[in-house]
């Protein structure tokens, strides 16, 4: 009865602010046309983040999409020489420069995330355990939709079918489905990004965490 819970709060603003100029940039310099498919996992590359699954996934859907499909890999960590190896093993062809025609991108940690989420179509999540994603808050605050494994905290910040298509951790198939769905589908992209926005923009907002602190202080000093 002591315990007050205060859900974290962000500048989302940020990512409303020129959305279409960012994607421009961002897909200009990996060279991406409009309709080539563009799914980043943005984190730490350590193995709890299960990054196996996202290539994997990747590898599914290409001969099943009449588009080009790229997967971005934002982020770095003790992971990345066996994840290049893990590429290397399963045939996906991977590079840590733009310039390269490539299926995967290893972007190492980017400091301006909310260019890779206008550039992106889907932000990907595969992590075994999750407390509360940042990067599937900021990706709605972005309107982009995504994929993620059902794990941890996940349903907390995400709506099942409305802003995410989930699956279960031990359901990789689903995964590599739910992934080929949104890739076909603008349509689906589209909506379950106007549905993030709506989502996150009040619950996640920085200046609900100050009222909420400031109304506990208040009812603590009464």
Same mark, same amino acid.
């Given at each position: 009865?002591?315990? %007050?819970?205060?859900?974290?709060?962000f500048?989302l603003?940020?990512?409303?602010?020129?959305?279409?100029?960012?994607?421009?940039?961002?897909?200009?310099e990996?060279s991406l046309?409009?309709?080539?498919? *563009?799914v $980043?996992?943005i984190g730490r590359?350590?193995?709890?983040?299960?990054?196996?699954?996202?290539? %994997?996934?990747?590898?599914?859907?290409?001969?099943?999409l009449?588009?080009?499909?790229?997967?971005?890999?934002?982020?770095d960590g003790?992971?990345?020489?066996?994840l290049?190896?893990?590429c290397?093993?399963?045939?996906l062809?991977?590079s840590?420069? $733009?310039d390269?025609?490539?299926d995967?991108?290893?972007?190492s940690?980017?400091?301006?995330?909310?260019?890779v989420?206008?550039?992106s179509?889907?932000?990907?999540?595969?992590?075994?355990?999750e407390g509360?994603?940042?990067?599937?808050?900021?990706a709605? *605050?972005?309107?982009?939709?995504?994929?993620t494994?059902?794990?941890?905290?996940?349903?907390?910040?995400?709506? $099942?079918?409305?802003?995410?298509l989930?699956?279960d951790?031990?359901?990789?198939?689903?995964f590599y489905?739910n992934?080929?769905?949104?890739s076909?589908?603008?349509?689906?992209?589209d909506s379950?990004?106007k549905?993030?926005? $709506?989502?996150?923009?009040?619950?996640?907002h920085?200046e609900?965490?100050?009222?909420?602190?400031s109304?506990?202080y208040?009812?603590?000093?009464?």
């Amino acid at each position: 009865n002591k315990i %007050e819970v205060i859900p974290l709060g962000f500048d989302l603003d940020r990512f409303q602010e020129g959305i279409d100029k960012k994607r421009e940039v961002f897909r200009e310099e990996f060279s991406l046309k409009d309709d080539d498919v *563009a799914v $980043s996992i943005i984190g730490r590359l350590v193995p709890i983040k299960n990054h196996e699954l996202f290539f %994997e996934a990747i590898k599914w859907v290409i001969p099943r999409l009449d588009k080009k499909i790229k997967g971005f890999v934002v982020g770095d960590g003790e992971s990345r020489t066996h994840l290049e190896e893990y590429c290397r093993e399963i045939g996906l062809s991977y590079s840590d420069s $733009s310039d390269d025609d490539v299926d995967i991108y290893f972007t190492s940690w980017v400091k301006n995330v909310d260019y890779v989420n206008s550039g992106s179509d889907i932000i990907a999540l595969t992590s075994k355990n999750e407390g509360t994603p940042v990067s599937l808050i900021e990706a709605q *605050a972005g309107n982009k939709s995504i994929v993620t494994t059902r794990v941890g905290g996940i349903e907390d910040v995400v709506l $099942s079918n409305q802003t995410a298509l989930l699956s279960d951790l031990n359901s990789p198939e689903q995964f590599y489905i739910n992934l080929l769905k949104l890739s076909r589908y603008k349509a689906m992209r589209d909506s379950f990004g106007k549905n993030g926005w $709506s989502f996150v923009k009040d619950k996640f907002h920085y200046e609900r965490l100050v009222k909420d602190v400031s109304k506990l202080y208040d009812r603590l000093l009464a």
